[in-house]
Every structure is written in structure tokens, then in C-alpha cells.
């Protein structure tokens, strides 16, 4: 058994009426070439195994062409931008005749601060429509990742220290003709991250369809990865609608060695967790909570859950033998409940048993070939000491 640390949210509202995110999210990626739902997939075999009766897996990891769920807030979040720069909503049929819209703007540079995903997913924005991209990525970060951002065309700069550096040097590159992209916020910097955030609901509705489509029931749980919070709130404003008459439980994941939110919870207040933060599950390893995700996740996750690495690299197994070869972090909404099987207190008292409908969210597809094929090939329980099976031999 490996560690996790568990938080109840005692108070948590179940129909908190946050600020509701409508279709609109969902109307413009609809717009966008090569759009369509990504797969909503029933793993019976896998919740057997869990003891659960159903287990769906919205599978992220082929999103617009890219290999995670990213590009929904980051498109959303770059056309609300250019929007408010242009003062009007273009008339547009095609990326092209956007592009052409947005001209006038030009010459204009996106940035923005990533461990992977968010940044490549800016710097293809930035290419279709014509922006040039600077890219801020944490030491550390892996080759295959920093090379997938270049292959968009943006500049990468790596920044010495954690994520959170890389997210205050991102933030110096704010100007005239420069648009700071971030998926977290901070005092001052808080309308481009609430449009990620709504950017993200489109994967909420394209669940609710598609169940609706078979005639089956919502689920009764849903395991969402955190990080700086951006799809975790975007996931609980969806299931704390009013409108939702039976909301699920909802469990929020974070690895032990970067559990912000967690410690935030347990504080009370918002909580910067010192770095570095070296989890494996690298699109989770955030040291601060973004401002605005954190009043909609405290009010409306039921439990906050802390995971060792194993967990995760243990779900990237299970998920490759059902057929979905999911990076560490997509991993990791599966990897929290391998935990709560392996601590049955803690899962009885959120509710997981036999009857329970359960979504997990795979976000992210392997974009880290080699430590994918390391963890394919290893067994955490006889081959894992600090991750020594799964991370680059010095």
C-alpha cells in the first residue's frame, strides 16, 4: 500500500449556484475544424476489478488534434482575449477568416507558463492564427514535451525552478503586444483563467449528451485531477448546477508531492506548497491554487485526495490494457481510486460501493513517450524506489 493523504470537505455545497457556464464554450469548439466529441468509453472488465458497477473513461487524449484536453481552454480562453482586444466579436465561417480578423492586432505574441500541455496547446492557437508564441516551461521539463511546443512554432524558455516561477515569469511578458494566456490566476489577472475554466465545461456536456444519447444515468461519482484547479472547477460548476437534480460526489486528485489544494483545504485559506515538485504526474505539479478555481472547488468537492506516484503509474497499466495509453496525469483520476480501493475507510465514507456509476477523466494521452514505455515495462510494487523504474537513469 502506498501513501495518500485524505481530506472530508465537511461543508461542501452540493447545488452551489457558482456563476453558471453555459453551451456557448461548446458552440465555438464546435466551430473549429476536425471537432467532434472524444470518447466516452464503458470499462466493465476495469470496474469489476474495483469493485464498482459501472466505470466510464472520457478519454482526453486526442483532443483537435492534440494529445490532451487542454486546447478547449486555451482556444476559448485566446478568442475571448481577442475579442476583448478587437472591442467586437468577429463574423468568422473558418480559422482563416478569424485569422483575418484578428490581423489588425497583429503583430501580437501569446505567452504562457506550462509543464506541457496548456503551453503546446497556446502555441497552436498562436500558429493558426497567425501570433507568434513564447512558451515558459519549468526545469526539468521533459525533451519530448519542450520539443512538441517547438513543433508548434513558439519559443520555448526554461525557467530554473518550479512551475510557479515559470508562472511569475510568464507574467513580466504582459504588454501591448503581448496576451498572457494562463490557466491559473492571481490579484489583478482574473478574466483569462475564467474563460479557461468555462473553455474546459464542453467536456462536462458532451458527457451529459452522450449519456442522454444511451439512455443511461449520470454517474453517482466523478474523479477529477486538480493541479491549479482550472478543470476541477470547471468539472464542479457542471455537476453544482442547479439544474442537476441528483449531483455526484466528487473526488479531486493531487499527487503527495505537490498537494496544494489539499493543504489549502486544510488551512482553510489558500496555501502555496514550497517546491520542488517532482511527481511523475508533471501536469499536476502546482505549488498555488489558481484564486478564482479555488471558492468553486472548496464549496463543492467532497473529498481532496493526495496520491503517491505509483497509483498513477499503476493506472497508465490498467488503462494501456483496456486500450487507452494515457500519460501519468491522465492516469491519475484512475490512480485515485486504486487508492480509495486500498483504503476501504475512506471509501465507504465517500460513498464508493458495489452500486456506484463512476467518470473518471483521462486527460492526456502519452506525451511522454520514453517514461511511458518505462512504466509499461515496470511493476511498482517490486520495481519502484522513488520512482526509479519510471524516471531517466542519471
Not at 33 to 58: C, F, M, Q, S
Request: glycine share 8%.
Amino acid at each position: 500500500m502506498y501513501t495518500i493523504r485524505a481530506f472530508h470537505n465537511q461543508s461542501v455545497r452540493e447545488t452551489e449556484p457558482h456563476p453558471s457556464i453555459d453551451r456557448s464554450p461548446l458552440a465555438f469548439h464546435q466551430r473549429l475544424p476536425g471537432y467532434t466529441p472524444t470518447p466516452l468509453i464503458d470499462v466493465p472488465a476495469l470496474a469489476h476489478e474495483l469493485g464498482i458497477a459501472r466505470l466510464w473513461v472520457k478519454r482526453e487524449t486526442s483532443r483537435l488534434a492534440m494529445p490532451s484536453f487542454k486546447i478547449l481552454g486555451a482556444s476559448w480562453a485566446v478568442y475571448q482575449a481577442l475579442i476583448a482586444q478587437l472591442g467586437t466579436t468577429p463574423s468568422w465561417q473558418s480559422l482563416e477568416e478569424l485569422a483575418a480578423a484578428v490581423a489588425p492586432l497583429q503583430p501580437l505574441t501569446l505567452a504562457a507558463a506550462t509543464d506541457g500541455n496548456h503551453g503546446r496547446a497556446v502555441a497552436r492557437m498562436a500558429a493558426l492564427l497567425g501570433c507568434r508564441a513564447r512558451i515558459f516551461v519549468p526545469a526539468g521539463t521533459a525533451e519530448a514535451r519542450i520539443t512538441a511546443i517547438q513543433a508548434e512554432g513558439a519559443e520555448v524558455l526554461v525557467v530554473e525552478g518550479t512551475y510557479d516561477d515559470a508562472i511569475i515569469r510568464s507574467a513580466q511578458e504582459a504588454g501591448p503586444h503581448c496576451l498572457v494566456i494562463s490557466d491559473t490566476s492571481w490579484p489583478g489577472y482574473e478574466a483569462i483563467p475564467r474563460h479557461v475554466i468555462e473553455g474546459y465545461s464542453t467536456i462536462g456536456w458532451e458527457v451529459d449528451d452522450e449519456l442522454e444519447r444511451r439512455d443511461e444515468d449520470p454517474p453517482d461519482l466523478v474523479v477529477v485531477q486538480m493541479g491549479v484547479g482550472a478543470l476541477a472547477a470547471a468539472i464542479t460548476s457542471h455537476y453544482r448546477r442547479p439544474a442537476y437534480t441528483m449531483p455526484p460526489r466528487i473526488i479531486g486528485i493531487e499527487p503527495t508531492r505537490a498537494a496544494c489544494i489539499l493543504a489549502s483545504m486544510e488551512a482553510g485559506t489558500l496555501t502555496t506548497i514550497p517546491g520542488p515538485h517532482d511527481s511523475i504526474m508533471a501536469g499536476l505539479n502546482c505549488g498555488a491554487p489558481s484564486l478564482i478555481a479555488w471558492p468553486i472547488i472548496s464549496a463543492g468537492i467532497n473529498l481532496f485526495l493526495a496520491i503517491d506516484d505509483q497509483y498513477a503509474c499503476t493506472g497508465v497499466r490498467l488503462l494501456a490494457q483496456a486500450g487507452i495509453l494515457a500519460g501519468e496525469t491522465g492516469a491519475a483520476g484512475l490512480g485515485g481510486l486504486l487508492a480509495l480501493r486500498d483504503n476501504p475507510r475512506i471509501a465507504a465514507a465517500i460513498g464508493l460501493r458495489s452500486t456506484s456509476r463512476v467518470l473518471v477523466l483521462c486527460t492526456e494521452g502519452a506525451t511522454d513517450p520514453d517514461a511511458h514505455a518505462r512504466i509499461l515495462a515496470s511493476d511498482c510494487r517490486t520495481d519502484c524506489l522513488h520512482r526509479r523504474a519510471c524516471m531517466p537513469t542519471p
